[in-house]
Nanobody, 127 residues
Framework: QVQLVESGGGSVQAGGSLRLSCAAS????????MGWYRQAPGKQRELVAS?????????NYADSVKGRFSISRDTAKNTVYLQMNSLKAEDTAVYYC???????????????????WGQGTLVTISS
């Protein structure tokens, strides 16, 4: 299975930067993609950014973070990073790492990945 270990959360002032890291330890057939979600108090969990872990490093960002956040990967280490710049108070949330993976070739062929989640790391932005 896949275990995700997150790091890098904390508190900064608005306009500052933080970098989140998520390392996946896995004994699975394939990790298809990884990403970051966040959940603010009283709100639903939302996608922040995602990146493919296959040959193409396709990325996807929420509109609210485009131009400020950047997701990158180190496939050799099964690690993804989220560089967050120009942080705003509304970025305050618990950030969760996500991995989509396949445990077998059959699952891969069926195109139905499983989900793994990290424990979450708190990001607090003060204005």
């Amino acid at each position: 299975q896949v275990q995700l270990v997150e790091s890098g959360g904390g508190s900064v002032q608005a306009g500052g930067s933080l970098r989140l890291s998520c390392a996946a330890s896995a004994t699975v057939f394939s990790i298809n993609g990884m990403g970051w979600y966040r959940q603010a108090p009283g709100k639903q969990r939302e996608l922040v950014a995602s990146i493919s872990m296959t040959t193409r490093s396709t990325t996807n960002y929420a509109d609210s973070v485009k131009g400020r956040f950047s997701i990158s990967r180190d496939t050799a280490k099964n690690t993804v990073y989220l560089q967050m710049n120009s942080l705003k108070a509304e970025d305050t949330a618990v950030y969760y790492c996500n991995a989509q993976y396949f445990t077998s070739f059959n699952e891969y062929a069926n195109g139905r990945p499983l989900d793994a989640w990290g424990q979450g790391t708190l990001v607090t932005i003060s204005s």
